[in-house]
């Protein structure tokens, strides 16, 4: 009886050492909308809200994002993969003075990160809108990616 819990127990010890936490690797981010050279035809056209779409399929994760904005905003993207979290950040690089950046309009800006991941697990994600008019980040979502 000792020698079948002693297998046991060493059987068991394998199979935790060999799972390996899943990873998520950066693949890019297409920035569409009025981020678009061809954004001309898109300005004054907004969605009531900003949008956010997560897809998980097989093993690419999007992260989509709308948000309706001034035109001609100049925007820079990041993300940062820690642990088990997803962190986006768009930021509006306008200087001060911000009417040298700025048309008198509203604009659909879009921003789908894509990612690739390696194993099952959920991913907890948080997206951030910097304003530099506003002087503060907003948070536009925040979740988890099952």
């Given at each position: 009886?000792?020698?079948?819990?002693?297998?046991?127990?060493?059987?068991?010890?394998?199979?935790?050492?060999?799972?390996?936490?899943?990873?998520?690797?950066?693949?890019?981010?297409?920035?569409?909308?009025?981020?678009?050279?061809?954004?001309?035809?898109?300005?004054?056209?907004?969605?009531?809200?900003?949008?956010?779409?997560?897809?998980?399929?097989?093993?690419?994760?999007?992260?989509?994002?709308?948000?309706?904005?001034?035109?001609?905003?100049?925007f820079q993207s990041k993300y940062e993969i820690k642990?088990?979290?997803?962190?986006?950040?768009?930021?509006?690089?306008?200087?001060?003075?911000?009417?040298?950046?700025?048309?008198?309009?509203d604009c659909y800006y879009t921003f789908d990160f894509k990612f690739i991941?390696?194993?099952?697990?959920?991913?907890?994600?948080?997206?951030?809108?910097?304003?530099?008019?506003?002087?503060?980040?907003?948070?536009?979502?925040?979740?988890?990616?099952?």
């Amino acid at each position: 009886m000792l020698i079948v819990i002693a297998f046991t127990l060493v059987l068991c010890q394998k199979n935790e050492v060999n799972e390996k936490p899943p990873t998520l690797t950066y693949v890019e981010t297409e920035h569409g909308g009025c981020n678009s050279p061809f954004s001309a035809q898109l300005k004054s056209i907004l969605l009531k809200n900003d949008t956010v779409g997560v897809s998980n399929q097989n093993d690419s994760i999007s992260i989509f994002v709308g948000l309706n904005y001034i035109c001609c905003a100049p925007f820079q993207s990041k993300y940062e993969i820690k642990n088990d979290s997803i962190l986006i950040a768009i930021k509006d690089t306008c200087p001060n003075p911000y009417h040298s950046c700025y048309c008198r309009c509203d604009c659909y800006y879009t921003f789908d990160f894509k990612f690739i991941q390696s194993g099952q697990g959920n991913w907890h994600y948080k997206i951030e809108l910097f304003s530099p008019i506003a002087a503060m980040s907003k948070v536009i979502q925040e979740g988890t990616i099952h």
